[in-house]
Structure formats: C-alpha cells, structure tokens
C-alpha cells in the first residue's frame, strides 16, 4: 500500500520562541501555500504545536475546512536549553553524529524518532507541519544523503512529498 505525505517547513516568523508568530511576509506565504495545494488531495493536517507552524497552515485548514491538529511530536528539536553562541556548529555535528546530545537538549536519533512516528501513524494525504530541524531530520531518514548542506538549503516556507511504499520510500521537494 502505498502513503503519499506533504512535509511543510512553517513560513516566515518574527524569532524562534514556541509563541513567535509570522511575520507579515510569513502570513502572505501562508496564503500561497493554500494556492500551491490547490489541486493537491489532503486527507489531513496535522502541526506542531507552535504558533508559526499553525498560522502557516490555518488558511489551507479554513480553504479546506479541515481542522488542524497539533501532534507535539512535529514541535521543533531541541538543541540544548544553554545558549550556545556556536549553535550552527554544534547543529553540523549533530548530523554527523546523530548521538550526540548537548545539556538540555536532544539528540538527532531522539528527535527523528519521536517525528517518524508521526509519519508512520499519518494517514494518507495527510500534511504535516514542522520545522526546518526536524523536517531535515526526517528528510534524512528517507535520504541518507540529506545533511547539514541540504538542511541550510530549506526554505521559509518549504514543501516536500513523501511517498512511501512498503519498505520503499522517495522524496521530493515541491516548494520552488
């Protein structure tokens, strides 16, 4: 059986704060997002919990008169709960060693764990937003190749399809 998923990185936010809304822009690439899946079949929508994954979504929601539900597990990954003035460094290791976990936070296995589940419990057509960490983690699990180079690449917003067939799954990115 085969399972069609749209991962979406949320639109253009005013900071990185779970409650950061979208900004102006953000808010206009939201409505183009609604266009873009225009004649794309959704069965769902599903989010994480933080305020720019859920307004980069609501016009689709509202156009589709689907609801949004929010899945914490899609909530982006935490790096560490210390300030870390080379974050962007620690982010590169930590796609070469997804073990490696800093104070506080989690390590790229753990969130590209709890994340997958999401995509393995989503029914077909479902579209899942997230974030650009985990959305590169999940990408990765698909893609070997995906890393550090490819995640820096995202896009505010981005879109890929996922489709999954079996033990067999590819990935393309959609958004241009």
């Given at each position: ?77 935490v790096l560490s709960t210390e300030d870390l003035p080379d974050w962007m460094e620690k ?86």
């Amino acid at each position: 059986m085969q399972k069609t998923l749209y991962l979406i990185r949320h639109c253009k936010a005013a900071g990185q704060a779970p409650d950061a809304e979208l900004t102006a822009e953000g808010r206009q690439q939201a409505e183009t997002l609604t266009a873009f899946f225009k004649e794309i079949e959704i069965s769902h929508i599903i989010s994480s919990p933080f305020t720019r994954a859920i307004q980069s979504i609501e016009p689709l929601s509202a156009s589709r008169e689907l609801p949004v539900q929010i899945d914490d597990r899609l909530a982006e990954r935490v790096l560490s709960t210390e300030d870390l003035p080379d974050w962007m460094e620690k982010l590169e290791q930590s796609f070469n060693d997804f073990d490696l976990k800093f104070e506080g936070g989690e390590s790229a296995r753990e969130a590209a764990k709890r994340g997958a589940a999401v995509l393995d419990e989503a029914p077909d057509h479902a579209v899942l937003v997230t974030h650009g960490n985990m959305m590169g983690l999940l990408l990765k699990k698909f893609e070997e190749a995906y890393g550090f180079e490819e995640w820096k690449a995202l896009s505010n917003p981005d879109v890929y399809v996922l489709v999954i067939e079996g033990e067999e799954a590819s990935i393309k990115r959609m958004w241009k």
